[in-house]
Structures are given as C-alpha cells and as structure tokens.
C-alpha cells in the first residue's frame, strides 16, 4: 500500500507540471525580444560597433565582406564565361555544317560528268579518244643545245 501512495504522488506533481506550463505561456510578455532579435537589431543599427568587444572583430569582418563580395563576383564571371562557350560551341556547329554542305556541293561540281555539262556551252567538248604518251630520251634533247 505504501508503494501505491508514492506511485499517486509521483503522478500529481506532473499533471500539475502540465496545468500551469500553459498559464505561464499566457502570461508572457509580447514585446521581449529574444538573442537572436537583439543581435541583428545591434547589427543593423550600427550600435554593435560603439562595444570595444565587438569593435575587435572589425578586420575580420570587413575581411569576410571582402570575401564575399569577390565569391559573387567570381559567380557572375563564371556563368558570362558559360555563355561565351556555349555561344562559341553554337558558332562552331554552325560552322562546320556549312563546311560540310559546300564541300559537298563541290565533290558534286567537280565530277567529270559535271564538267563536262559546264563546259559545254564555252565550245569546250569532251575528247573522245585516250590522249597520247610522247617519249623523249634526254640524251637526245641535251645534244641539241
């Protein structure tokens, strides 16, 4: 029975716990800032900066602007550079499709049967027969002169 006692006890002392977490809740003031708050209106103020503790940290701060400010600076260059590349890629692509259309209109102007119709109309005319191998010996052609 003793033991039935101190297990009622330990239970009331928490459902009390729980009853008056809320009221205090309610009672709380709403216009307390928190750390957090404090800290960042000291910031944006400037009044952080007349504390000699903070004062300090100065340097380093202005290191980590630094920092920074050339981080986004870097960000910025790198995609104007990606651009520039893919513009320049495009221009290749462009390039080459248009090496390759007209070196392929010239294998096609260059045929012999080709030729032949461009000429045509000048008065130039395919000949018919095989042309003719000359044979001179140049011990003959060294005499002469």
Same mark, same amino acid.
């Given at each position: 029975?003793?033991?039935? *006692?101190?297990?009622?006890? $330990? ?11 809320? +009221?205090? $809740?309610?009672?709380?003031?709403? !216009?307390?800032? =928190? +750390? #957090?708050? $404090?800290? #960042?209106?000291?910031?944006? %103020? !400037? ?18 602007? +630094? ?7 870097? =960000? ?15 221009? #290749? ?6 090496? *390759?259309?007209?070196?392929?209109? #010239?294998?096609?102007? %260059? ?11 000048? =008065? ?8 003719? $191998? *000359? ?11």
């Amino acid at each position: 029975m003793a033991n039935k *006692i101190r297990e009622t006890k $330990k239970e009331e002392p928490i459902e009390e716990q729980v009853q008056q977490a809320p +009221v205090k $809740k309610a009672n709380a003031k709403p !216009g307390k800032k =928190g +750390v #957090l708050a $404090k800290a #960042l209106s000291g910031v944006f %103020s !400037g009044t952080f900066l007349a504390n000699e503790k903070n004062f300090k940290h100065v340097p380093f701060i202005l290191f980590m602007a +630094v920092v920074a400010t050339s981080y986004i600076a870097y =960000g910025y260059y790198a995609d104007d550079t990606i651009r520039d590349v893919n513009k320049i890629t495009n221009n #290749l692509k462009e390039l080459k499709s248009e090496f *390759i259309y007209t070196k392929s209109e #010239l294998m096609f102007a %260059s045929k012999q049967s080709e030729v032949a119709k461009a000429a045509e109309p000048i =008065g130039l005319k395919e000949p018919i027969t095989p042309p003719l $191998k *000359i044979k001179v010996d140049s011990a003959q052609l060294n005499k002469k002169h």
